[in-house]
């Protein structure tokens, strides 16, 4: 059974978030001649520190690879706790770990105050689905190890968008897009 995440802990895993830039940007500045993966391997450590549900094993860590312009996070397997918070934290935590300059422009909606904020920073939005009964995060842990996440997202990567993107988690621990609903889009956007 699918369950909403309470606005309550969705407010404490983005603070949590915060707290890990805020430790990462103070341990970055008190550092010396650090390799250029210093600050995301920093802010890494910092997002498992202040997580409620997903930890690192002992003595793990994450780590970065620089290829020509790419760089690649590398994840050790971590501990999920079985709870549908934990899904969430989880999937914000890997999409800061992994994120694309898409993921930068892409912030959660779990609010109706949030939802008209979006609306009215929209360049001409237009409605698809006028209803909608919660902005809330939901997920749901099922038998065979997977997870099922929902969550409500404002984007303007591309194309300006507000969607309830459906995503699963399978028993490797990776996430997987799975489909996703349409609320609201607008004609802005940034390649």
């Keep these: 059974m699918t369950t909403i995440i309470t606005l309550d802990e969705v407010l404490w895993i983005r603070e949590s978030l915060v707290r890990a830039h805020q430790l990462a940007n ?16 920093l802010l890494a ?11 690192l094993p002992a003595n793990e860590r994450v780590t970065y690879e620089i290829s020509g312009t790419t760089i690649a ?10 709870t549908p918070a934990a ?13 694309s ?10 609010t109706a105050e949030e939802y008209d904020t ?12 006028a209803l909608v009964a919660s902005f809330l995060p939901a997920a749901e842990w099922r038998e065979d190890g997977t997870a099922y996440l929902e969550v409500t997202l ?4 591309q194309e300006e968008r507000i969607e ?23 004609r802005g956007g940034i390649a």
């Excluded at 450590?45 to 930890?55: D, L, N, S």
């Design 101 to 110: 300059s898409s993921w930068r422009m892409t912030r959660v909606i779990a």
């Design 118 to 129: 979006a609306l009215r920073e929209m360049q001409e939005p237009q409605l698809v689905r």
């Design 154 to 157: 404002y984007t303007r990567a």
């Design 73 to 82: 996070a590398k994840v050790p397997r971590v501990v999920l706790e079985r």
């Design 45 to 55: 450590a910092a997002m498992f520190e202040t997580a409620q549900g997903v930890h």
């Design 87 to 99: 899904v969430f934290e989880y999937w914000l935590i890997m999409s800061e770990l992994h994120g």
């Design 26 to 41: 103070a341990r970055f500045v008190a550092g010396v001649n650090l390799p250029a993966t210093a600050y995301l391997e």
């Design 164 to 186: 309830r993107r459906h995503l699963m988690l399978d028993q490797s621990q990776e996430l997987h897009f799975h489909s996703r609903e349409l609320i609201a889009e607008g």
